[in-house]
């Protein structure tokens, strides 16, 4: 997570606050407008201590507001009921029950389905929250030590899945990598799969040094073990 809040970031707080806003949320801005660029909406998420349906409602005004003023493009295709607000309880339900399935023992990484049922799902609310969680992002305000907690879990649970999923006794950093940019069961990649875009060359770099700093972090915790700079072999006991 970057220190720098990039000017768009700091104009949307500003605006939140003229609107008399929630200024008490932990608020995260992540996708392009990271790297200082927004290329259609601005990607926000609040993570609240409850939920509030009032309070929800006047967020997202102000955001759609704000997004117009500024000539974005809203994207609603995922509903703002799934991707703007989440609750404390949101995350830890997430981070320890995980937005997959088991079947055998083993997680399942069920493919994207372009639906309004699946769009506006539990299921594709904490998919993205991981994702959110696993990717660059700036704290636009809000508590760092806890969202740096949660991050760290988040990043814990996406290692156990992927090797449970694709049934690893051993992690390639580079492999690895390929593994959250592809489904290589479904071929499925990006956005149909984990959320995890090739489109950016920062944003991967950013991406592989996570992964390094993670995997490196998990070898210390005794959850795997080090076998060259980038090859990493599995306890299996950790995993699952």
Not at 3 to 26: A, F, H, V
Not at 151 to 176: C, G, H, M, P, T
Not at 182 to 200: A, V
Not at 204 to 209: F, K, R, S, T, V
Request: contains cysteine.
């Amino acid at each position: 997570m970057t220190n720098d809040i990039p000017n768009i970031g700091k104009e949307y707080i500003d605006y939140l606050r003229s609107k008399k806003q929630n200024t008490s949320s932990d608020i995260l801005m992540y996708g392009s407008a990271v790297y200082g660029k927004v290329t259609h909406d601005l990607d926000v998420s609040f993570i609240v201590k409850e939920f509030n349906s009032e309070e929800y409602e006047k967020i997202k005004s102000a955001t759609v507001e704000f997004q117009a003023l500024h000539g974005m493009e809203l994207d609603q295709e995922v509903p703002y009921s799934s991707k703007l607000i989440y609750t404390d309880y949101d995350v830890e339900c997430m981070l320890r029950n995980t937005p997959f399935k088991k079947v055998n023992g083993i997680y399942v990484i069920s493919p994207i389905e372009k639906t309004p049922d699946f769009l506006s799902s539990k299921e594709m609310k904490y998919r993205l929250l991981l994702n959110i969680l696993t990717t660059r992002s700036i704290l636009l305000q809000g508590n760092k030590e806890k969202i740096e907690n949660y991050k760290q879990r988040a990043w814990d649970l996406l290692v156990r899945v992927i090797i449970s999923y694709n049934q690893l006794s051993e992690i390639d950093i580079d492999y690895f990598l390929q593994l959250l940019y592809r489904d290589e069961k479904t071929k499925q990649y990006g956005e149909m799969f984990l959320g995890y875009k090739t489109n950016m060359k920062q944003k991967m770099l950013d991406l592989e040094e996570d992964c390094e700093r993670t995997l490196d972090r998990l070898a210390k915790e005794g959850k795997l073990e080090k076998q060259s700079s980038r090859k990493f072999s599995i306890n299996e006991q950790w995993e699952r």
